[in-house]
């Protein structure tokens, strides 16, 4: 009967523990390898492509990700 009563105790913790644990873990990760950021890239306006109103939209942009390997 105590076997029974562990066993539901344990399973009835885990949840809980695991979730403790896993946050834990993404804490120390976070200390040792900061998350990459984007690099972004503002082109200015090309007056002889961008006439009149497209000119409000401002000039190029690119997002490069550096966690894909990509140049």
Known sequence: M???IAK???YRE???KLT???EKAK???AKMDPAPQPTIIED???PELQTGE???LG???QIKAPWLGKP
């Open 20 to 22: 403790l644990e896993i």
């Open 27 to 29: 804490l120390e990760m």
């Open 2 to 4: 105590n076997r029974l």
């Open 14 to 16: 885990l949840n809980y």
């Open 8 to 10: 539901a105790k344990f």
């Open 54 to 56: 497209s000119q409000l």
């Open 44 to 46: 200015p306006i090309d």
């Open 59 to 61: 000039g190029g942009l």
